[in-house]
């Protein structure tokens, strides 16, 4: 076998595909980006599989559809007995690194990783919860607003500043590391950021390369929340949009703000390509591109994600190494949880079949044929602003939305882009098969079970932890000042401190005059 590729995970957080120039909307200025498209292959029609942060990141990682782990919202636990990517590369031989935001809940910060950099940046108890017992006013545990929309602009510092070049730091210095290690394992290094996220604010550097530059407004029309479908009618009201207005002015200034975050992301990804570059590494490593979801971004006139239209749940997967063609668009539908049989055909070639567990995505190398009946993905929403699990099917050009609580939804993505025309119940050809394809794929009603259940053990589980001295679950990561630089009695010319540290590496020198002893 020849040497196995590493792999670098890039991911963003809230980055919807619908606004870079590899997807046809060249929105932000994402250079880095750009470059590894030209360079590797874009997959074209890339779906997370739960508009939500946590959810999402846990299916990716495990390969499965969020229901299948309980990975109902942003605060059910992510049970450490769940194989992920990180565990299988490791038993491949692989060195497995996490830096950054993952939205873990519970105990099991690490999830197979054999290191973890940094800490998180959002809860990892119980907090966030979803509760459907709440129905006089749909619930939202986060406290989500429009704030982050009204007062969008520029910043000296935030704390999503503050986090990201702390990733940042810790990933350039974790790859410098690995290339100047004995280890001769390849490695698996997952490094997630927490732009693009709202609130939208970012440093004048970034907001002045959109001076002068025309921000288009949102394609489809601002829709009166009366007017809405009755999820999105609920979701305004989760994240109260009614407390503002937002004006032609704030609504131009978000999506600038959000567009120079995105390229501040793509400052950042440019770095970590620069630093595979310096140490030789890049010709060997696969570079994966992606996001956890997408962002509404005033489409609708609504904002964040939580909703199945396609800046919600469209993200980028792009894709630049051994194995992936330059140049190359693939259309077929996928979605973030094939990441994990992709890796381990990376990681095997091809070879690797002891799982342990089932899995719902495919391999990005056996992909069916785009258009086929086998070309589908699975979406599902069992969050707040919904009262039944939210379920969607995306395929081919057509998507079906359906909650027992709520008409069903279909557009014609071909014909419909924007998701104008509820076509569902219109004698579409299509309805009555991929409704089969639903039924074969989720037993609603038995989800509905269990998704109360959940929410109602962890509600009250998070009561009683507030109850007295409150525990933690947040991850510290281990730091030894003793192992650190150079420490104790050690001579510092030898190998063991700086010069083994110098990249590439020079055997030390003799002494050309010997001292007499």
């Excluded at 590797?40 to 939500?52: D, E, K, L």
């Excluded at 992301?265 to 570059?277: A, P, T």
């Excluded at 567990?357 to 044929?369: E, K, N």
Aim: charged share 25%; proline share 8%.
């Amino acid at each position: 076998m020849t040497r196995q590729p590493n792999i670098l995970v890039i991911q963003a957080d809230q980055l919807t595909a619908l606004c870079l120039s590899a997807y046809g909307r060249p929105l932000a200025k994402t250079p880095n980006i750009d470059r590894l498209s030209e360079e590797g292959t874009v997959f074209s029609r890339a779906y997370c599989n739960y508009p939500v942060c946590g959810p999402s990141r846990a299916s990716m990682m495990t390969g499965r559809l969020p229901s299948q782990i309980g990975a109902f919202d942003n605060g059910a636990p992510f049970g450490c007995h769940e194989p992920t990517y990180a565990h299988y590369l490791r038993r491949l031989g692989y060195d497995t690194t996490l830096i950054g935001k993952m939205h873990f809940v519970g105990p099991d910060q690490l999830h197979g990783f054999e290191r973890r950099l940094t800490t998180d940046i959002y809860p990892s108890d119980f907090g966030w919860t979803a509760d459907w017992r709440q129905t006089r006013e749909p619930y939202s545990p986060s406290r989500m607003s429009l704030q982050g929309v009204v007062e969008a602009g520029t910043c000296v510092r935030s704390l999503q500043l503050d986090y990201d070049e702390q990733v940042f730091n810790s990933a350039r210095q974790e790859l410098f590391d690995h290339a100047r290690r004995p280890d001769a394992r390849p490695f698996l290094t997952h490094v997630s950021f927490t732009h693009p996220h709202n609130p939208f604010v970012i440093t004048k550097e970034f907001w002045n390369l959109y001076e002068g530059v025309d921000i288009p407004d949102p394609e489809v029309e601002h829709i009166p929340v009366d007017a809405r479908d009755p999820w999105s009618q609920r979701y305004a009201k989760t994240i109260r949009e009614d407390e503002f207005e937002i004006t032609p002015e704030r609504l131009t200034r978000a999506r600038r703000a959000y567009f120079a975050m995105v390229t501040y992301f793509d400052s950042l990804v440019g770095g970590l390509i620069d630093v595979l570059e310096s140490t030789g590494a890049l010709a060997d490593t696969v570079v994966i591109i992606t996001s956890d979801h997408g962002e509404m971004l005033g489409e609708r006139g609504t904002w964040f994600k939580f909703l199945p239209f396609e800046p919600s749940v469209r993200v980028p997967l792009i894709v630049r190494g051994p194995g992936f063609r330059a140049g190359h668009s693939e259309t077929a539908l996928v979605s973030l949880v094939d990441l994990l049989p992709t890796f381990t055909d990376i990681a095997s070639e091809g070879s690797f079949a002891d799982f342990a567990a089932p899995r719902d995505g495919r391999s990005l190398f056996a992909l069916p044929c785009a258009g086929s009946t086998n070309d589908h993905v699975f979406i599902e929403f069992t969050g707040e602003g919904v009262y039944a699990p939210a379920l969607t099917l995306v395929q081919g050009s057509k998507k079906l939305v359906e909650c027992r609580t709520d008409p069903p939804m279909m557009f014609d993505l071909d014909d419909d882009p924007g998701e104008r025309r509820n076509i569902a119940g219109t004698g579409d050809s299509d309805e009555a098969a991929m409704r089969v394809v639903m039924r074969l794929r989720w037993d609603a009603e038995r989800l509905d079970s269990a998704v109360r259940t959940s929410q109602e053990k962890r509600l009250d589980l998070q009561k009683a932890m507030k109850a007295g001295q409150f525990p933690t679950w947040d991850y510290a990561p281990p730091f030894d000042a003793s192992r650190a630089f150079v420490r104790g009695a050690i001579d510092p010319n030898t190998t063991a401190t700086k010069s083994q540290k110098r990249f590439p590496f020079v055997p030390p020198t003799p002494p050309q005059f010997p001292r007499s002893r």
